[in-house]
């Protein structure tokens, strides 16, 4: 099979981490591969697959816009792929209008849908409408399109998924504390992503403060980077946390952190299904979480907590879990069980394979 992926860059993000897993996946089955989209660290997984790669400009405006359509246009009539699979939104009418341009057969159009802030949504069902087929990677997702008019034959959901976690030596562990200024009875609660205004960081902080008054010994790891760092760096100063409060930036070791971690939480405002989130419950680390799309249903079997979007509410969980060691070992005993039976990288990846089949037969 000829299989073009298309997303709008290969930066730090789960969509980011989903197309390398299937693309390894492919290349493993012997697919073709041509994967269209703007360079980012992600990319450095793939060199030993030796996929091909086209770079798209990433700007929104109109001559970015039309540039980007012309690249995936020439590069979908060079290589004449069965079928595209785009990521996301804006990157599902570029694959689209490009394929149309290409002056080939027009190959069917897969897009998994990540999510997108809750007031972007209406403008996202109706670009979602040009592909031939929806993956949503939660079922809120995809209530979310259903509600907007999109018909349900058009949709499917498919989960991300994770690998099964390489296991982490205590020599690695004791180097991580040393380095981060841990000591070993810590307890840690780590948050893990982008620092832009979705993941609401200064919730995380204002919840954080209240659980640091409680048990004043915690520390509070903020693993990521992005363009909220410095005010969230300040905002924890004013906060009284600079001494509580780790910021790490981007980690290749992530997945480790995590692992160090008692609770891993997310602050966020929206979310589709966090690929962090998968990895604490393949780690039997608990997920406490806000109240959002993909997390809630992921933990509605036990594997964290789920809260309203209130300081209050996020820090009462954090305290009520560190303070309750066989809880939090119920929940992550519950969380790896959840993982194998239905987040593993391969699911996922059969999951897609199905859908590609579908397509082709039409």
Known sequence: MRLEFAISEMGVGGAERVVVDLARDAVERGDELLLLGAPGRNDRDLIATGIRRVDLPTGRTPLELARAVGRTARATHGFGPDLIHAHNVKVTAVARLGSRLAGRRRPPLLTTYHGVPHEEVDAAARILRLADLVACVSTDLMEQLVDRGLPPERLAVVPNGVPEPEPTTAETMRALDAELGLDPDTPV?????????????????????????????????????????????????????????????????????????????????????????????????????????????????????????????????????????????????????????????????????????????G
Do not use: N
């Open 189 to 361: 609660v780590s948050v893990v992503g982008r620092l832009v205004a979705q993941k609401a960081h200064d919730r995380f902080l204002r919840a954080a403060k209240l659980v640091h008054e409680r048990v004043p010994g915690a520390k509070f790891l903020i693993v990521g980077d992005g363009e909220l760092r410095a005010p969230t760096e300040a905002l924890a100063g004013r906060l009284g946390l600079s001494d509580a409060v780790v910021f790490t930036g981007i980690r290749a070791d992530a997945t480790t952190i995590i692992a160090r971690s008692d609770l891993l939480v997310f602050s966020s405002d929206w979310e589709g299904l966090s690929i962090a989130a998968l990895e604490a419950l393949a780690r039997g680390v608990p997920v406490v979480s806000t109240a959002v799309e993909g997390t809630r249903e992921l933990l509605s079997e036990g594997a964290g907590v789920v809260v309203p979007h209130e300081d209050e509410a996020l820090a009462a969980a954090i305290v009520e879990c560190l303070g309750d060691p066989e809880r939090r070992a119920e929940l992550g005993a519950t969380g790896r069980r959840i993982h194998r039976e239905r987040f593993s990288t391969a699911r996922m990846a059969a999951a897609y394979r199905t859908l590609y089949e579908r397509l082709l037969l």
